[in-house]
């Protein structure tokens, strides 16, 4: 996408008392055995802030999401999402975020308008809360039309929108993206990103992991993780700025191979 | 556990089930198909053997000999050969499996009242074939015999003795007929249901763990008892319906009545399926795919067929045979089903097998719902 970035400057990154956070962690950190996933991260996300998290695969971003989401505990740290602590109300975090998983995980035997009563009947709408929302959500996901047809038969774009339906189904104040556009094509990918835009400027936060540099850069908020660390945090610009490069891509490229340069030294 | 989560689970499994015929038919149709492939083919009953006979006596007591053998329906005479070379051939070629050779002058030495020799060959290589062939000739030679001496005393003007002897007079219950089939049947029914019950469920789970659906499920939050409420109760209904289908076979094709109280038989076979069910949850939790669910379902099922008492007696086993086959539950529920089925004994006979069913049921619940965590790590 070729067009003009949106760096959301207005968002202040520094501590602030006055500032709302959705999302606050301190040293969080997870080992499977002897292996150190998240090692020790700190940072805080504003509320209404498209925030992505860059790393390359294996880096410790979906350990850091499932961590935020209540799905894994922490080794070492905390924080607190929506106010709420990460380690003692899970279950009230899993009722007030939408989560759309790397792995696009819809039924696909099941028709748009199915699996959007599934989830709202999931997260307790009743008959028609559900049906009013389903209403709302197919206009405003761009899904009208194809409410009847199963889930299996659609184009990527359309898969991901009715996904992000599904996750937006209840109005969560947090939204958790892993990877949402892998695999879509350009036109969809706008339209998605398109609607995320709209989405934050309702207030909604939301968190994206991505590999598309292009998206990076239209996020708030990044964090590029490497190895289990926070490598970097703050607005794209920022962190061009600091890095003293053009583009995202080009931090995040020197990122990485200053990474296995190191690994190759601590041999 | 909030009853609209469990109805949505409830309500999207039956909708995946009717998107899907082919599993449908298949799982309606498996208890069908067993019962019938194995209801016809595992028999125990011997009958019909073929067998040739070689008479170089060619006399009418030679011929009588070889008409009563096969008048035991047992052995069918199915060849008369002229040779000892001819009987080798139908030996080897397997054409027949037992063969009467009477030699020459066997009609003679019993009008002199001399003891006749006539050879019976069997093909020993089926113990069960072998066994009924030639329990069928001894107790024919040895009819033939008391016959033979008394004709002999009464032709020498002596009456015969009316005095002392045994009177044995048998009498089976419960299946007087020694029919294999009637033994079969309820072993089936516990066999198919089993069967039939863990692997449904175990796939129901895992599909969803392979499609990458479970992960949706954990964020959200559908609380694990919800889960498996809502997914196991499809189930059950399924397994209900292959139940009626089973008994409906087992009694109005096959002709094997429930002696006893079906509500019982209905009660038990539900405390029966909450072992199963539960099994293939446990099953669910351990396995990644939809393959492994399978093969670990297959796992369970050769040890259930052969050790339960299925088909083999359990009394037969060695002792540590037998101590394996007691942790089946399958055992226990053949059992209750033979009883209740062809005994016709009520539930005070039944405590000893239902305890242990109740025990199994309850043990594999908890574990596969400890296991069931909601965290993915």
Same mark, same amino acid.
């Given at each position: 996408?070729?067009?003009?970035?949106?760096?959301?400057?207005?968002?202040?990154?520094?501590?602030?008392?006055?500032?709302?956070?959705? *999302?606050?962690?301190?040293?969080?950190?997870?080992?499977?055995?002897?292996?150190?996933?998240?090692?020790? /991260?700190?940072?805080?996300?504003?509320?209404?802030?498209?925030?992505?998290?860059?790393?390359?695969?294996?880096?410790?971003?979906?350990?850091?999401?499932?961590?935020?989401?209540?799905?894994?505990?922490?080794?070492?740290?905390?924080?607190?999402?929506?106010?709420?602590?990460?380690?003692?109300?899970?279950?009230?975090?899993?009722?007030?975020?939408?989560?759309?998983?790397?792995?696009?995980?819809?039924?696909?035997?099941?028709?748009?308008?199915?699996?959007?009563?599934?989830?709202?009947?999931?997260?307790?709408?009743?008959?028609?809360?559900?049906?009013?929302?389903?209403?709302?959500?197919?206009?405003?996901?761009?899904?009208? $039309?194809?409410?009847?047809?199963?889930?299996?038969?659609?184009?990527?774009?359309?898969?991901?929108?009715?996904?992000?339906?599904?996750?937006?189904?209840?109005?969560?104040?947090?939204?958790?993206?892993?990877?949402? &556009?892998?695999?879509?094509?350009?036109?969809?990918?706008?339209?998605?990103?398109?609607?995320?835009?709209?989405?934050?400027?309702?207030?909604?936060?939301?968190?994206?992991?991505?590999?598309?540099?292009?998206?990076?850069?239209?996020?708030?908020?990044?964090?590029?993780?490497?190895?289990?660390?926070?490598?970097?945090?703050?607005?794209?610009?920022?962190?061009?700025?600091?890095?003293?490069?053009?583009?995202?891509?080009?931090?995040?490229?020197?990122?990485? #191979?200053?990474?296995?340069?190191?690994?190759?030294?601590?041999? | 556990?909030?009853? /609209?989560?469990?109805?949505?689970?409830?309500?999207?499994?039956?909708?995946?089930?009717?998107?899907?015929?082919?599993?449908?038919?298949?799982?309606?149709?498996?208890?069908?198909?067993?019962?019938?492939?194995? !209801?016809?083919?595992?028999?125990?009953?011997?009958?019909?053997?073929?067998?040739?006979?070689?008479?170089?006596?060619?006399?009418?007591?030679?011929?009588?000999?070889?008409?009563?053998?096969?008048?035991?329906?047992?052995?069918?005479?199915?060849?008369?050969?002229?040779? #000892?070379?001819?009987?080798?051939?139908?030996?080897?070629?397997?054409?027949?499996?037992?063969?009467?050779? /009477?030699?020459?002058?066997?009609?003679?030495?019993?009008?002199?009242?001399?003891?006749?020799?006539?050879?019976?060959?069997?093909?020993?290589?089926?113990?069960?074939?072998?066994? &009924?062939?030639?329990?069928?000739?001894?107790?024919?030679?040895?009819?033939?015999?008391?016959?033979?001496?008394?004709?002999?005393?009464?032709?020498?003007?002596?009456?015969?003795?009316?005095?002392?002897?045994?009177?044995?007079? &048998?009498?089976?219950?419960?299946?007087?007929?020694?029919?294999?089939?009637?033994?079969? *049947?309820? $072993?089936?029914?516990?066999?198919?249901?089993?069967?039939?019950?863990?692997?449904?469920?175990?796939?129901?789970?895992?599909?969803?763990?392979?499609?990458?659906?479970?992960?949706?499920?954990?964020?959200?939050?559908?609380? !694990?008892?919800?889960?498996?409420?809502?997914?196991?109760?499809?189930?059950?209904?399924?397994?209900?319906?292959?139940?009626?289908?089973?008994?409906? *076979?087992?009694?109005?094709?096959?002709?094997?009545?429930?002696?006893?109280?079906?509500?019982?038989?209905?009660?038990?076979?539900?405390?029966?399926?909450?072992?199963?069910?539960?099994?293939?949850?446990?099953?669910?939790?351990?396995?990644?795919?939809?393959?492994?669910?399978?093969?670990?379902?297959?796992?369970?099922?050769?040890?259930?067929?052969?050790?339960?008492?299925?088909?083999?007696?359990?009394?037969?086993?060695?002792?540590?045979?037998?101590?394996? !086959?007691?942790?089946?539950?399958?055992?226990?529920?053949?059992?209750?089903?033979?009883? /209740?089925?062809?005994? !016709?004994?009520? *539930?005070?006979?039944?405590?000893?097998?239902?305890?242990?069913?109740?025990?199994?049921?309850?043990?594999?619940?908890?574990?596969?719902?400890?296991?069931?965590?909601?965290?993915?790590?």
């Amino acid at each position: 996408m070729p067009e003009p970035v949106n760096p959301g400057d207005h968002i202040a990154t520094a501590p602030d008392t006055e500032t709302v956070y959705t *999302i606050a962690v301190h040293n969080l950190a997870k080992n499977f055995g002897s292996l150190q996933a998240v090692r020790g /991260i700190s940072f805080q996300v504003p509320a209404g802030s498209i925030f992505g998290l860059l790393g390359p695969n294996g880096s410790g971003k979906s350990t850091t999401i499932r961590m935020l989401c209540g799905l894994m505990r922490p080794s070492a740290g905390g924080g607190q999402v929506l106010g709420l602590d990460i380690l003692t109300r899970a279950e009230e975090i899993k009722n007030n975020i939408g989560y759309m998983s790397q792995k696009f995980s819809l039924y696909e035997d099941l028709t748009i308008a199915e699996n959007l009563h599934f989830f709202g009947n999931i997260y307790g709408l009743t008959g028609h809360q559900v049906t009013a929302r389903c209403a709302e959500l197919y206009t405003r996901m761009k899904i009208t $039309g194809r409410e009847n047809q199963l889930v299996g038969t659609l184009s990527g774009g359309w898969k991901q929108r009715t996904a992000l339906a599904c996750a937006f189904i209840h109005q969560p104040r947090l939204l958790v993206l892993d990877e949402p &556009t892998a695999g879509v094509d350009p036109v969809s990918r706008r339209l998605f990103w398109e609607l995320l835009d709209g989405l934050a400027a309702d207030g909604i936060t939301i968190l994206v992991t991505t590999h598309y540099m292009d998206e990076a850069e239209r996020c708030h908020l990044v964090a590029l993780m490497e190895d289990g660390n926070l490598h970097a945090f703050g607005t794209p610009r920022q962190l061009m700025a600091e890095a003293g490069m053009d583009s995202l891509e080009d931090v995040f490229i020197d990122m990485a #191979t200053g990474g296995d340069v190191y690994r190759q030294e601590s041999r | 556990m909030r009853g /609209i989560r469990m109805l949505a689970i409830i309500r999207k499994e039956f909708i995946q089930i009717r998107r899907d015929p082919p599993s449908l038919v298949i799982s309606l149709a498996m208890p069908v198909i067993m019962l019938l492939l194995f !209801g016809y083919a595992v028999t125990t009953d011997v009958n019909h053997i073929p067998m040739a006979v070689l008479d170089q006596d060619h006399s009418q007591q030679s011929e009588m000999l070889a008409e009563n053998l096969a008048g035991t329906g047992y052995l069918d005479l199915v060849y008369r050969v002229q040779s #000892t070379h001819e009987i080798r051939a139908l030996l080897d070629g397997g054409q027949v499996r037992a063969a009467l050779i /009477i030699p020459p002058g066997y009609a003679r030495r019993l009008h002199r009242g001399e003891t006749a020799s006539v050879q019976f060959l069997v093909d020993g290589s089926d113990p069960l074939f072998a066994r &009924t062939a030639i329990s069928t000739a001894e107790m024919v030679a040895r009819v033939k015999s008391q016959q033979l001496s008394l004709e002999a005393m009464t032709a020498q003007g002596q009456t015969p003795p009316a005095g002392p002897g045994i009177d044995l007079r &048998t009498r089976a219950w419960y299946n007087p007929g020694l029919e294999s089939l009637k033994f079969n *049947i309820p $072993g089936l029914i516990g066999l198919v249901m089993q069967n039939v019950t863990i692997m449904l469920t175990a796939f129901a789970l895992v599909r969803e763990r392979e499609r990458g659906t479970l992960e949706q499920l954990m964020v959200t939050p559908v609380r !694990g008892a919800e889960l498996m409420t809502g997914k196991l109760i499809p189930y059950i209904l399924i397994s209900f319906v292959d139940v009626a289908l089973a008994l409906g *076979i087992g009694t109005l094709w096959f002709k094997v009545p429930v002696a006893g109280s079906v509500p019982l038989l209905l009660g038990l076979t539900l405390l029966f399926l909450v072992f199963a069910l539960g099994l293939g949850m446990f099953f669910s939790t351990i396995a990644r795919t939809q393959l492994q669910a399978m093969q670990m379902t297959m796992l369970f099922i050769l040890p259930s067929v052969l050790l339960s008492g299925f088909v083999f007696p359990r009394a037969s086993m060695p002792l540590p045979i037998q101590y394996l !086959g007691d942790m089946i539950p399958l055992t226990y529920f053949l059992e209750i089903l033979r009883g /209740i089925m062809l005994k !016709g004994v009520g *539930i005070n006979y039944l405590w000893g097998d239902v305890w242990p069913l109740a025990g199994f049921g309850a043990g594999i619940i908890a574990l596969a719902a400890w296991r069931f965590k909601k965290r993915v790590e």
